[in-house]
């Protein structure tokens, strides 16, 4: 009897190195040591880098595999490229990035695609890529059926009489991506 909240707080914070629960954080004053916990338990820092992929693996998609030095050893991670990647897209590979120093989460790897120059194809937005397409004064003019590059070997394509310079043929579904969200190939004459 007579005994105020007061001295039972300082009861608990004398027995458990805490204020007793009037805080929330838990029971018998361990609220002080969940607080110290939660700042020991900080994620760690995330590591950027950027990556050159060719190409084709761009277009397509595929696997990369990378040697990044995380928590001082090196370390080979193999990176899933998705299909259509942009160059300057940003992938996140959660839990490798700087190793946890205590309780806390690893960070996350953040990696900048830079893709690689192709020597005959060139991307145009998304999904679409475009292909030079040199014809003889002959073919132009009177039309043909030529081969043409594409991502996946050659197709025939026709060109129609009276074709100029700098005209664009769309072969559809050729481009980068699959299915539904495949792009097109554009022949540039």
Request: net charge positive; charged share 25%.
């Amino acid at each position: 009897g007579g005994v105020s909240d007061f001295d039972v707080g300082s009861i608990f914070e004398e027995m458990f190195g805490g204020r007793g629960g009037g805080d929330g954080a838990g029971f018998g004053g361990f609220g002080a040591q969940a607080k110290q916990r939660s700042r020991a338990a900080a994620r760690s820092p995330d590591i950027n880098r950027e990556i050159e992929i060719d190409f084709m693996k761009a277009v397509r998609g595929g696997t990369e595999s990378l040697r990044i030095r995380r928590g001082g050893s090196m370390q080979t991670i193999d990176v899933k490229i998705p299909e259509a990647a942009a160059d300057g897209a940003k992938l996140r590979i959660r839990g490798a990035g700087a190793p946890s120093n205590g309780a806390g989460s690893p960070g996350d790897l953040i990696l900048t695609l830079k893709i690689k120059p192709h020597p005959i194809f060139r991307r145009e937005g998304e999904h679409d890529v475009a292909v030079d397409l040199p014809l003889t004064i002959v073919e132009a003019t009177l039309g043909a059926k030529v081969k043409v590059p594409t991502l996946d070997g050659s197709a025939q394509l026709t060109i129609p009489p009276g074709t100029s310079s700098g005209q664009r043929l769309r072969l559809k579904g050729q481009g980068a991506g699959a299915n539904a969200k495949a792009g097109d190939l554009y022949a540039v004459i």
